[in-house]
Each structure stands twice: as C-alpha cells, then as structure tokens.
C-alpha cells in the first residue's frame, strides 16, 4: 500500500497562500466590557464594515495562566 503525501503540501500551501495578517483596536467602555476588535490590516472600508471580529473582556485570559 502506497501513501500519497501530496495532499498534505497541497493544504499547506493552500493555507499559507491565505495567510492574513490582523490588525486590532481596543474600545474602551465606560458601561459595558471593553472590546477588541480585529481585522484585516490591509481590507478596504467597504471590507471592514463585514470582516472584522470582536472580543469582549471576559473573552481573554492572562498569558501566563495558560502555560
């Protein structure tokens, strides 16, 4: 029985072809959680307006806790 590695390059490739970098932005709310938002640093401003992602304070942890 023979094992084809291709498709495994193919994804790989595939993947680092659509590599995006972020950008992010920190909101900060007198009422409410305070919110990161992340997007796309190079989209367009009609691209912001549906590619972007928030995250609300309860949404992190501390870097050192999950170590």
Do not use: K
Not at 20 to 47: G, K, W, Y
Not at 53 to 60: E, L, N, P, T, V
């Amino acid at each position: 029985m023979t094992t084809n590695t291709n498709d495994v390059d193919t994804r790989q490739s595939a993947f680092d072809e659509t590599s995006i970098e972020l950008d992010s932005v920190t909101i900060q709310h007198n009422d409410a959680p305070n919110e990161c938002a992340m997007f796309p640093r190079d989209a367009s401003d009609i691209e912001l307006m549906t590619n972007w992602i928030a995250a609300y304070d309860d949404g992190f942890v501390r870097l050192e806790s999950m170590r």
